[in-house]
């Protein structure tokens, strides 16, 4: 959920964070239906690490950058195969479906939010018993488990 907190706006889709290297590097490129905004959190203010290119993008996009405040500092929706720099320096940007600047009715000053969706259906690791006895006797190369004594699984 993205809300404007200046307008009392809000955006009530999916948001993912791009806060590493390689989240950031991978962005929407290739994303065929874009129904989330992903924030980039930025190694430092600047307007060339806000700059963006939009090669690879399927689909064009809104564009919100904001300072170290969150305050928005430039907007805009991207087309296709071009380049994109801020008017001043940015530390985070968000991107999103077309339609997102409108219903946050993004000004530049505006203090935005952002609240990321939890990441579901991740491995969990679990800690399981082995079986006491393992058996490839008469079964063709097929093992067999002759009994397990418990398995248990704990929340990380």
Request: no cysteine.
């Given at each position: 959920?993205?809300?404007?907190e200046t ?52 689909s064009d ?53 952002w609240s ?41």
């Open positions: 959920m993205l809300v404007n307008k009392g706006r809000i955006w009530h889709g999916r948001v993912r964070l791009a806060d590493t290297f390689f989240k950031r590097f991978r962005g929407l490129m290739l994303v065929r239906d874009i129904n989330y905004a992903l924030v980039f959190v930025l190694p430092a203010e600047t307007r060339a690490n806000a700059s963006i290119h939009m090669f690879f993008m399927l996009i809104d564009v919100i950058w904001l300072d170290s405040s969150r305050r928005v500092v430039d907007f805009k929706t991207a087309r296709k195969w071009r380049v994109y720099v801020p008017k001043k320096a940015a530390r985070y940007i968000i991107e999103g479906p077309v339609g997102m600047i409108n219903v946050l009715e993004v000004e530049e000053g505006d203090l935005i939010r990321p969706t939890e990441e579901k259906n991740k491995a969990v690791p679990v800690k399981i018993s082995l079986p006491e006895k393992i058996s490839f006797e008469g079964s063709n190369g097929i093992a067999i488990a002759e009994s397990v004594k418990e398995i248990r699984t704990e929340k990380a």
